[in-house]
């Protein structure tokens, strides 16, 4: 006996996610997903970002790691508020361990949400966790080949931030290409070029987002 | 990577299905699974050998159907279908202004049951 289901997969992930984004909706909240592979720089951008903006916007994070508190430790200095998530093993954050960490932000009060994800450039890119935006940040010692071979992330991004520029000098990596490679798969994605350790191209990045949030 | 949590969310799904349509016994899952859905077959397969034990879906087989890329290029007017897991640009007229439709997929289209 054949009995057509037709369900996707995912869609106890996605039915949180929709829930996630009707609660950042009803908040007034832009939800920002930020990917990358580890030690692109996704919390060195963060620290860099609310240091820039934190006397014009109220921003929270929600900090994803397979293990440990560092990141959050580094982000609560700076006086936001801050959830670490420790996925023990998990490859990527999905849409219900947002939606555990949100119980611990003070949703009322904040106008930005950084979800750091765990540091990998395939799965995080698989799971919606009710995100406005998806931005990726790929730093320049990884390589000019990263975004034809970990397409999805690139796909699936609305901005890509190239990060430590500053190392260009002393690598065969070719930015054109970078730009080039990540364009191809996605042609609208919005490439910003920084550096975190030398502060270059920051403003770029940090007037984007509050032109984004009209302010 | 996460296969065993995809097989898991299958296995959670047919079983609530099968008892929903009140019968018995899981024969075989129907699955449509994109080429660049992240999800390699054979290790969903693998993953799933090993939960279904003692499960009302123990002697159950999981059918996967791959689906291609496929995009379409505003610029020719043309859907296509690539072999290669990338798009890169429109096979017919080398546009880079196309959209991806399909080869994400990850869907459960059919049970048999007995």
Redesign the interface.
């Known amino acids: 006996?054949?009995?057509?289901?037709?369900?996707?997969?995912?869609?106890?992930n996605e039915k949180i996610a929709e829930e996630n984004r009707k609660l950042f909706e009803e908040k007034e909240i832009i939800a920002i997903n930020l990917m990358s592979g580890p030690g692109a720089g996704k919390t060195s951008l963060l620290v860099r970002t609310i240091e820039a903006l934190k006397d014009k916007v109220s921003i929270g994070v929600i900090e994803g790691d397979i293990t440990g508190t560092d990141d959050a430790e580094r982000i609560n200095a700076l006086d936001v508020p801050v959830v670490q998530i420790n996925t023990e093993g998990?490859?990527?954050l999905d849409a219900d361990m947002i939606r555990e960490a949100l119980d611990e932000i003070p949703l009322n009060d904040i106008s930005l949400l950084f979800i750091e994800n765990v540091g990998?450039l395939?799965?995080p890119?698989?799971f919606n966790v009710g995100e406005n935006m998806k931005a990726m940040v790929l730093s320049i010692s990884e390589g000019d080949d990263k975004p034809?071979k970990y397409?999805?992330m690139f796909?699936e991004s609305g901005v890509l931030i190239i990060n430590k520029t500053d190392l260009l000098p002393y690598t065969d990596v070719d930015m054109e290409k970078i730009k080039k490679n990540a364009?191809?798969?996605n042609?609208g994605l919005r490439i910003f070029e920084i550096s975190c350790r030398t502060g270059t191209g920051l403003p770029d990045w940090t007037n984007y987002l509050t032109t984004m949030l009209a302010i | 990577?996460?296969e065993v949590?995809?097989a898991q969310?299958?296995l959670d799904?047919?079983i609530t299905?099968?008892r929903k349509?009140d019968?018995k016994r899981i024969n075989s899952i129907s699955?449509r699974i994109g080429k660049?859905?992240?999800i390699k077959i054979q290790s969903l397969l693998f993953a799933f050998d090993i939960i279904k034990i003692d499960t009302i879906a123990q002697g159950a087989a999981l059918i996967c159907e791959e689906v291609p890329v496929v995009g379409y290029c505003p610029e020719c007017h043309d859907n296509f279908e690539v072999v290669s897991?990338?798009?890169?640009?429109c096979p017919e007229c080398g546009g880079?202004?196309f959209s991806?439709n399909g080869g994400r997929e990850?869907?459960?289209?059919?049970?048999?049951?007995?």
């Open positions: 006996m054949k009995v057509k289901v037709v369900r996707r997969i995912l869609e106890a998990a490859c990527h990998n395939v799965c890119a698989e034809l397409p999805l796909q364009l191809s798969l042609p | 990577m996460h949590s995809i969310s299958i799904i047919a299905e099968c349509a019968y699955l660049v859905s992240g897991e990338l798009i890169l640009a880079a202004r991806i990850l869907d459960i289209v059919e049970i048999d049951v007995d």
